[in-house]
């Protein structure tokens, strides 16, 4: 099974910082686009930003110009820089990997469970 696990989440001012990090570990043959999507209460789960094997970014319009995505493919990896953290950041943040198991397989989408980003005074 292949698995993506989060970390860097946390709470953070106003203003503030943070970076998150998703590794996948597993039955991993390629990868296609990966990506973090959030989901905050009541909501429903949008994208934040998503980077394609060939490093083409997209960002939603709330996080342009303050959050960047970036991938480390020899590790496995997806990053997210979010810089000037608004309190409407505030959710659960999911990272997701378009992942081809074996060759023999189509490409499947595979979720992270979840860190939490909480941005307050």
């Known amino acids: 099974q292949v698995q993506l696990v989060e970390s860097g989440g946390g709470s953070v001012q106003p203003g503030g910082s943070l970076r998150l990090s998703c590794t996948a570990s597993g039955s991993i043959f390629s990868f296609n686009g990966m990506g973090w999507y959030r989901q905050a209460p009541g909501k429903e789960r949008e994208l934040v930003a998503e980077?394609?094997?060939?490093?083409?970014?997209v960002y939603a319009d709330s996080v342009k110009g303050r959050f960047t995505i970036s991938r480390d493919n020899a590790k496995n990896t997806v990053l997210l820089q979010m810089n000037s953290l608004k309190p409407e950041d505030t959710a659960v943040y999911y990272c997701?990997?378009?992942?081809?198991?074996?060759?023999?397989?189509?490409?499947?989408?595979?979720w992270g469970q979840g860190t939490q980003v909480t941005v307050s005074s």
């Open positions: 997701k990997a378009e992942i081809r198991p074996a060759p023999i397989f189509r490409p499947v989408d595979y």
């Open positions: 980077i394609t094997s060939g490093s083409s970014t």
